[in-house]
């Protein structure tokens, strides 16, 4: 029975298993984001009041 056989599939499963958690995550962790989400000022922004034209 050929699927008994860990041969044909069990490197197939272990070289993808090296890509996914060798190759690729430094590729992702590689990538810029374009909207940093790092604080560029930590001054308070002044907060203005809303006004609601129908109160």
Do not use: C, E, R, T
């Not at 909207?35 to 002044?46: C, E, Q």
């Amino acid at each position: 029975m050929p699927q008994l056989n860990p041969g044909p599939w069990f490197v197939i499963l272990l070289f993808s298993w090296l890509v996914f958690l060798i190759v690729i995550p430094p590729k992702v962790m590689a990538f810029l984001y374009p909207n940093d989400p790092a604080y560029k000022d930590l001054k308070a922004s002044p907060s203005f009041p809303w006004s609601w034209p129908w109160l």
